[in-house]
């Protein structure tokens, strides 16, 4: 695919930049951000000339309806430096079509794909010095809109803001990740806002995971809310579990979000002739395979961490700890994956584009 561009922007240059004050080999995920954000307002019912200018904090009227309401989708997608200094994007439209199906679920208005896709690029050509060389270093991009509209009353606002910002990351490591499944609590329920980007999504997981975390479990495996039988997600990534040498990950639905990791995950292992089914993984299947020892791994996948691997997992108070394996399919994967986002492989899937 090739990005559209954005003609009209407005761009307002930072005078000196800051990216020697960045210590690029210890960073904090998500915690340090590029000298430019991109800026697109919506009023009168249309889109308003975007503009790229100095990241700094911006005001808003306290009623607002993201604080009262929660209208609040985003993204989450990233760059990569190739060898020759290219810039690249995985899957980005994979991204902008979600975004705008996030929006429609929260009554927001869609982006245009020039002021998504088009901002992005030219935000990616400003900033381009932050997505740094070498495998392992990406520079995390985070779109994101907000309901702006003044006053209290429960009703969709009439403005929003669209933004883009960009924060260099080091590949993700979150150490050994122990799972408690999810017993009374749910992240989504059928006919909710679960398949959205949408920052409640997040609000609602942050105390049962404390919870969790108090325990002793990193993150929470989420169980269908009607009758908590069924595995669907672990924390904020789309889960897979081995058996055997099969690869098992529940459809996406409306409790579900399609992942872009996730379906690139279910190509890239149909292609090396690993067996995936996608159907539902009940967890008395998961605690049998974990009992008799057909159960290989549990794997999380999504954007941050590309794939995460699960160590063990407990439910009704029994842990049950998984395999240490030399050949992870999980870790197979993860190289094959990174290598095409890093142009380090052939992309056979035409999923990278340049910038
Ligand atoms: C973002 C997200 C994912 C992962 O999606 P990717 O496109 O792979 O980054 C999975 N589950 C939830 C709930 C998410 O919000």
């Not at 004050?21 to 019912?45: A, P, R, S, W």
């Not at 990950?249 to 872009?260: C, M, N, Y």
């Not at 993984?281 to 794997?299: H, P, R, T, Y």
Request: contains cysteine; proline residues 4%.
């Amino acid at each position: 695919m090739e990005l559209k561009t954005l003609n009209e922007v407005e761009i307002n240059l930072v005078t000196s930049s800051k990216i020697n004050q960045v210590d690029f080999e210890n960073l904090t995920f998500g915690n340090i951000f590029t000298d430019h954000m991109l800026v697109c307002d919506y009023k009168n019912g249309a889109w308003q000339m975007p503009s790229i200018v100095p990241y700094a904090p911006f005001m808003i009227d306290p009623s607002a309806k993201v604080f009262h309401y929660g209208q609040a989708i985003f993204e989450g997608m990233k760059a990569y430096k190739d060898q020759q200094d290219a810039v690249w994007l995985f899957r980005p439209d994979e991204n902008y079509k979600r975004f705008n199906k996030s929006a429609t679920r929260m009554a927001m208005p869609e982006v245009p794909e020039t002021v998504f896709l088009g901002g992005l690029k030219k935000l990616l050509e400003v900033d381009r010095e932050w997505v740094r060389k070498g495998k392992g270093n990406t520079l995390y991009i985070r779109p994101f809109m907000i309901a702006t509209g003044h006053g209290v009353i429960a009703a969709p606002s009439q403005e929003y803001r669209f933004m883009i910002i960009l924060s260099p990351a080091k590949s993700y490591y979150s150490g050994e990740v122990k799972v408690l499944i999810a017993e009374h609590y749910s992240r989504a329920a059928n006919g909710g806002i679960g398949a959205a980007k949408a920052a409640g999504n997040y609000s609602a997981q942050f105390y049962p995971t404390k919870l969790a975390n108090e325990q002793g479990f990193q993150q929470i495996i989420w169980t269908d809310d009607a009758t908590h039988t069924k595995l669907e997600e672990a924390g904020t990534m789309n889960v897979f579990f081995r058996i055997n040498d099969t690869l098992l990950t529940a459809p996406t639905s409306e409790r579900i979000l399609d992942g872009v990791t996730r379906k690139s995950v279910i190509e890239l292992a149909k292609r090396e002739n690993i067996d995936v089914e996608v159907r539902s993984v009940l967890v008395d299947e998961l605690v049998e395979a974990a009992k008799n020892g057909s159960l290989k791994e549990i794997f999380g996948a999504g954007t941050a961490a590309v794939i995460n691997p699960i160590v063990g997992f407990s439910y009704l108070g029994t842990y049950y700890e998984l395999p240490k394996l030399e050949n992870a399919i999980a870790l197979e994967i993860k190289e094959k994956l990174t290598n095409i986002q890093y142009k380090l492989a052939d992309d056979t899937f035409g999923w990278t584009v340049k910038i």
